[in-house]
């Protein structure tokens, strides 16, 4: 995959650092030396206890849909989990029709940007997941937005795939507000699964496949840094990868 985005799918958001060779050329010392410097990242990671309620450790395979952003980050994050057999990019809240990225960008069609993130529940379970997705995933207190990225499509979302999940993901945002962890509200809002689409192929293992991107030396390696430091009993270094689950 090129280190430059095909035209079909720049955005504003991704334009500053993908309009060409001589756009990457001028910000490429700049994303050099944030990346030397993680916790100038655009969302801090943030200390959080575990959930008090959580999925019992039984079972052999499970499924979360998240949403917290662009969904290159949150897909390269999860990679890095032990117990998480597949991470995939894609588009739920909306209709198959308009799951496709040109549409979502739209900011129109009810879809966000997310990731099915399906993990053995033996290993990791679904609230630890929620406690990774809030604490270095993203910032839940956010209202349709995170780091540069602005737009419902780009919104805080849970999507439980059944009433125990969607339990203890109100449950851990009631605990988590009354604990006042975060300096506002959590505006993370949970809206039943109803469907999930994979994205584009070329959003697949985004971050993995191009690194040296200034979008994600400047957004999402320092999530990944942050999950190394602050979880370092669930952090895997190689990534489970779409395109090795493909081969």
């Known amino acids: 995959m090129s280190l430059v985005e095909p035209t079909a799918f720049l955005t504003d958001r991704r334009r500053a650092a993908t309009a060409g060779i001589l756009a990457v050329t001028l910000l490429l010392p700049l994303a050099l030396w944030w990346q030397a410097t993680p916790a100038r990242s655009s969302e ?136 006042g962890v975060f300096p506002k509200p959590i505006v993370t809002k949970t809206d039943p699964l109803t469907a999930f689409y994979p994205a584009e192929g070329y959003h697949q293992d985004f971050l993995t496949l191009n690194p040296r991107h200034p979008y994600i030396i400047i957004n999402d390696l320092p999530k990944v840094a942050n999950l190394k430091r602050l979880f370092p009993d669930v952090y895997r270094e190689t990534p489970v990868l779409v395109a090795k689950q493909g081969s």
Not at 127 to 153: A, C, E, K, N, Y
């Open 44 to 179: 801090v990671a943030v200390v959080i206890p575990a959930p008090v309620i959580d999925a019992p450790q039984q079972g052999r395979s499970e499924t979360a849909v998240l949403a917290g952003g662009c969904f290159w980050g949150v897909q390269g994050v999860f990679q890095h989990v032990k117990g998480v057999t597949s991470a995939v990019s894609g588009y739920s809240g909306g209709a198959a029709e308009t799951a496709h990225y040109n549409a979502v960008g739209s900011g129109r069609t009810g879809h966000a940007e997310a990731v099915e993130i399906t993990y053995d529940p033996r290993q990791i379970t679904y609230g630890q997941i929620l406690q990774i997705f809030f604490s270095v995933v993203h910032d839940p207190t956010q209202l349709d937005r995170q780091g540069p990225d602005r737009g419902p499509q780009y919104r805080s979302a849970i999507f439980p795939a059944t009433p125990s999940q969607g339990h203890i993901a109100t449950s851990y945002i009631t605990q988590l507000d009354q604990a």
